[in-house]
């Protein structure tokens, strides 16, 4: 049960912009969107996170439409190291995390 | 360093044991979880916990069973019950204020054979 849909998988050219999409089309008011990201055999690795805005770490940057039942994930020039599962997740703040349910990813290939 | 802690980071056990997965955090969090992982799959939710002393079961926790003692450990048990056990499991953890970010131990690959 799920709360996002991703594509299954998705391929990049290495040093052009990976565009990751997430549909969360019954996200809550108070539900945040995060993303991780899992190399093989290892724990998710936190990206980033938001509510309503836009947003950009060091790692990536995630746009939000104004509705929030989708959202984006860029990774602006993506290397072979960003070849990993990429995970979509909604969740309320803490306080009432209750389940925190990850679907199955999308599996962003980077070509050279 | 603070952090979550998973160990062993591989287990081997016959067929018919039960197995106890650790995870350990010192990051002061209140909520808990495992995961399994099945190869080329995603993360399913087996049991969780949001405060000491309380659990609830995910979506797969038949064949399972957790403890949450103490706030900064949650083991999970495998138990003979559950019908395939070979998988990768995960531990993660939440806390602090607001709009924290969960944090995932590195994972332990049980082999049941």
């Known amino acids: 049960d799920a709360k996002t849909t991703q594509p299954t998988s998705m391929d990049c050219a290495e040093g052009r912009a990976a565009n990751l999409p997430c549909n969360h089309s019954?996200?809550?008011?108070?539900?945040?969107v995060y993303w991780y990201r899992q190399i093989h055999s290892q724990g998710p690795q936190y990206i980033i996170h938001?509510?309503?805005n836009n947003e950009t770490n060091e790692m990536a940057s995630l746009i939000i439409t104004e509705d929030r039942k989708s959202s984006t994930l860029i990774l602006p020039h993506a290397t072979l190291r960003d070849t990993a599962v990429y995970y979509c997740i909604v969740r309320p703040p803490l306080g009432n995390t209750g389940k925190l349910i990850f679907g199955q990813g999308t599996t962003l290939q980077v070509k050279p | 360093d603070g952090g979550i802690t998973q160990s062993p980071k591989y287990l081997f056990r016959k067929e018919g044991q039960n197995v106890t997965l650790s995870c350990e955090q010192n990051l002061n969090h209140d909520a808990m979880y495992w995961y399994r992982q099945d190869p080329g799959q995603g993360l399913r939710l087996i049991y969780y916990s949001q405060i000491v002393n309380d659990f609830q079961k995910g979506d797969i926790a038949e064949g399972y069973s957790v403890s949450r003692e103490k706030k900064e450990s949650f083991p999970l048990t495998v138990t003979s019950a559950q019908k395939n056990p070979t998988a990768f499991y995960l531990c993660?953890?939440?806390?602090?204020?607001?709009?924290?970010?969960?944090?995932f131990g590195q994972g332990t690959r049980l082999t049941v054979v």
């Open positions: 993660a953890s939440i806390g602090g204020q607001g709009d924290t970010e969960a944090f």
């Open positions: 019954t996200i809550s008011g108070n539900e945040y």
């Open positions: 938001g509510l309503k």
